[in-house]
C-alpha cells in the first residue's frame, strides 16, 4: 500500500497506549523528527475589501514551505487568530496553542515574522524569552531569522523593526494631526489645487482664483444648466482649443512633456467640476483616508464623517447656480440608475459576433455596437473613437445594426455560391474535347521537360569522370556543374508552372480544397453565426455610411473566377 504523504497534513499524535507497537512507531517518529511544529498565524481584521483570509492562508503556506525544507521537522497543528489585533495576548487560538504546548501535543513554534507573534513587544519579549524557554519550546520568526535553537539569537534587533514601525505610525498619526490644523485655518492641504484655483504661497495655503481659467469654469455650469451633458460639454471645449484641467496644469508648470501627453477633455473633468464644493467657497476634507497608521490608504470614507469648512476662499460660482446643478446631477444619475433595470420590454444589446474584425476607414479605430437610446431596440454600429470624442475621427456615420449584418451575411453567400457554381461550370468545361486537349498538351511537355532534367542529370554525374580521364579541367569541372544546376533549376521551374496550368483543365479541377471544404461546411447556414464570421471574415471596414467585407479566402475566388472566365471565352471563341 502506498505511504501517504503527511505534508501540508495536521497530524493526530496517538493517546497512549499498552499498545508495545504504537509506542514504538511514535518513539521512532520523534526520534526522527524531534521538532512537532504548530504552526501560528494571525491577522488584526478581515473583510470582503482586502481578503484578509487569503493572507492568512499565505502566512500558513509560506511556514509549510519552511518545515517541508527541514529534516528534523514535522507539521502537528495550525492555529490561527482572524480579526485579532496583535496588541493584546488573549486570542482564542493563542490560547489553544498554549495549552496544546502544556499537554505535550507540540514544542516547537513557527511564526512567518514576530510581528504575527504579537506587536506588544513587551508582552511578546515575554513569551520568547521565558514563557517558550520555561516550557522548553523552540520558537522560530522565518523572515526576521529569529530561532531560540540558535545560539546567540539576538532579539534586540528584530524587535527594533517593531519599534521603528511604530514610530513610523506614530509619525503619520502626526502628520494628520498637521492637516486638520491646517484645515481648520482654510488652507488647502491637498496635492493637486482644483481646476480654477491655485495655492497661496504666502505660506497660508489658501486658495485663490485662477483669472486665466476661471471664466471656463462658469462656463460649464452654464452650458450643464442649459441643459448639455458631461460628455457634450467636453466636446464642446476641447472643439475649442481649451486646454484640458491636466493639460493646463503641466503647461502652467512648464512640464511641456508631460503636457502633450495628458488626456484631453473627458465627461469625468466635467463632472468634477460640476460637483466641486470649492467654486462657492468651501473646502470639504476627509473623503478618502490614507493613513500609516492603520495600514490602508485610499479608503473611501461616510459622508457623515466628513469636515466641511465653509466659505474659506472667494467662490468662482454662485450658491443658487452650485445647487441648481446638484439637482441636475442627481436627476441624471437617478434617471441612469432607472434605466440600467433590466427591462422585460426591452431587448440587450446583441452580442458582438464581428468582433476584431472592424476597422474605421479613417482613424483605424475599432467599430462597436451601441444603442440609439435607452429604450431603443434598434442598434448601431459606430467608430469608438468618434463616439469618445469627435476630433478623434471624422466618421460621423451610424450603421444600421441589421443592414451590417445583412450585408455581412450576403457577401460570404456569394462567395459560398460562386465557389460552388464557378467549380462546376470549369470541371464541366474541362470535359469538352478541346480542354482534354489541353490538358494533354501540358502533359506531353512536362515529361519533355522532365526528360531534359533526366539528360542533363546524367550529363552532370560524368563529368567527374570526364575530369578524372584529365579531359577538363578542375576549373571546367566546377563551370560545367553549375551550368548544369542552372540549367536544371530553369526547367523544374518551367515543369512548376506546367504542372500548375494542366492542373487548371483536370477533369476533377479544384482550386484549393481546404477552400471549398470550408464552403461546403457552412453551406447550409441560413444566419450569420460568430463562427461563420470566422471561418470566412478577415475584415470589415467602415467609411463614408458604406462597408467592405474583405474574406479570408478572396484570393481563391478571385483566381477562380479568372479560369471561369477564360473557359467561357474559349467555347464562345
Known amino acids: 500500500m502506498a505511504r501517504k504523504s503527511r505534508k501540508n497534513t495536521p497530524i493526530a499524535v496517538a493517546e497512549p497506549t499498552d499498545n508495545l507497537t504504537t509506542k ?27 481578503k484578509e483570509r487569503d493572507t492568512v492562508d499565505t502566512q500558513i503556506a509560506y511556514i509549510r514551505e519552511f518545515i517541508n525544507g527541514q529534516d528534523d521537522m514535522v507539521e502537528v497543528c495550525v492555529y490561527a487568530d482572524i480579526s485579532v489585533t496583535g496588541t493584546t495576548f488573549e486570542r482564542p487560538e493563542f490560547d489553544r496553542m498554549i495549552h496544546d504546548i502544556r499537554a505535550g501535543k507540540i514544542n516547537t513554534v513557527i511564526t512567518r515574522d514576530l510581528s504575527r507573534l504579537g506587536r506588544n513587544y513587551v ?3 515575554n513569551y520568547i524569552e521565558r514563557v517558550f524557554p520555561f516550557l522548553d519550546v523552540r520558537y522560530i520568526a522565518i523572515t526576521d531569522d529569529f530561532d531560540t535553537a540558535r545560539p546567540g539569537t539576538d532579539l534586540s534587533v528584530p524587535f527594533k523593526n517593531i519599534v521603528n514601525e511604530y514610530y513610523s505610525k506614530d509619525l503619520s ?9 491646517i484645515w481648520a485655518q482654510g488652507g488647502f492641504s491637498e496635492g493637486t489645487p482644483p481646476y480654477g484655483y491655485y495655492r497661496a504661497t504666502d505660506g497660508s495655503r489658501k486658495l485663490l482664483i485662477d483669472e486665466e481659467v476661471s471664466d471656463n469654469v462658469v462656463r460649464i455650469f452654464n452650458m450643464f444648466l442649459d441643459g448639455k451633458g458631461y460628455a457634450g460639454i467636453a466636446k464642446t471645449l476641447q472643439y475649442e482649443g481649451i486646454l484640458s484641467p491636466p493639460k493646463y496644469r503641466f503647461y502652467k508648470s512648464g512640464k511641456i512633456e508631460l503636457a502633450e501627453k495628458a488626456r484631453e477633455w473627458h465627461y469625468s473633468h466635467v463632472k468634477e467640476i460640476l460637483q466641486g464644493e470649492y467654486y462657492i467657497g468651501n473646502i470639504v476634507h476627509g473623503k478618502q483616508r490614507k493613513a500609516l497608521d492603520t495600514g490602508r ?18 467662490p468662482i460660482i454662485d ?14 444619475k437617478k434617471k441612469h440608475l432607472e434605466a440600467s433595470k433590466p427591462k422585460a420590454d426591452v431587448p440587450n444589446k446583441p452580442d458582438n459576433i464581428l468582433v476584431y474584425k472592424t476597422k474605421c476607414a479613417c482613424c483605424g479605430g475599432s467599430v462597436l455596437i451601441g444603442r440609439h437610446h435607452t429604450y431603443s431596440e434598434k442598434f448601431y454600429y459606430k467608430c469608438k473613437n468618434r463616439r469618445k470624442l469627435a476630433r478623434l475621427c471624422e466618421n460621423k456615420y451610424s450603421y444600421d445594426y441589421s443592414e451590417v449584418m445583412d450585408s455581412v451575411f450576403s457577401v460570404i453567400r456569394q462567395h459560398m455560391s460562386l465557389c460552388v457554381e464557378k467549380t462546376k461550370f470549369v470541371q464541366k468545361m474541362n470535359s469538352r474535347k478541346e ?20 539528360r542533363i542529370t546524367a550529363n552532370k554525374s560524368g563529368l567527374y569522370e570526364d575530369y578524372r580521364e584529365q579531359l577538363i579541367t578542375a576549373e571546367e569541372l566546377c563551370q560545367y556543374q553549375r551550368e548544369y544546376e ?20 483536370e477533369k476533377e479541377f479544384h482550386i484549393d480544397e481546404g477552400w471549398e471544404e470550408t464552403v461546403n461546411k457552412y453551406m447550409a447556414k441560413r444566419k450569420l453565426t460568430k463562427e461563420l464570421v470566422d471561418a470566412f471574415v478577415s475584415e470589415i471596414v467602415f467609411y463614408d455610411g458604406n462597408i467592405e467585407v474583405k474574406l479570408l479566402y478572396d484570393d481563391f475566388l478571385k483566381e477562380l473566377l479568372k479560369v471561369a472566365e477564360e473557359r467561357e471565352v474559349s467555347s464562345n471563341g
Do not use: C
Not at 486 to 505: D, F, G, K
Open 319 to 332: 450658491k443658487d447656480t452650485f445647487y441648481k446643478t446638484r439637482e441636475r446631477m442627481e436627476h441624471i
Open 435 to 454: 480542354n482534354v486537349l489541353q490538358y494533354d498538351i501540358y502533359t506531353k511537355q512536362i515529361a519533355k521537360l522532365q526528360n531534359d532534367v533526366r
Open 173 to 181: 498619526k502626526k502628520v494628520e494631526t498637521g492637516k486638520h490644523s
Open 24 to 50: 514504538a512507531v511514535l518513539s521512532l517518529d520523534k526520534e526522527a523528527k524531534p521538532y512537532q511544529v504548530g504552526i501560528y498565524a494571525r491577522l488584526s481584521f478581515e473583510s470582503e475589501a482586502n
Open 123 to 125: 508582552e511578546a519579549g
Open 486 to 505: 542552372s540549367r536544371v533549376n530553369e526547367i523544374e521551374a518551367q515543369i512548376t508552372e506546367l504542372l500548375h496550368r494542366r492542373s487548371l483543365y
Open 297 to 314: 490608504k485610499n479608503v473611501k470614507t461616510d459622508a457623515s464623517t466628513w469636515q466641511r469648512i465653509e466659505n474659506v476662499h472667494e
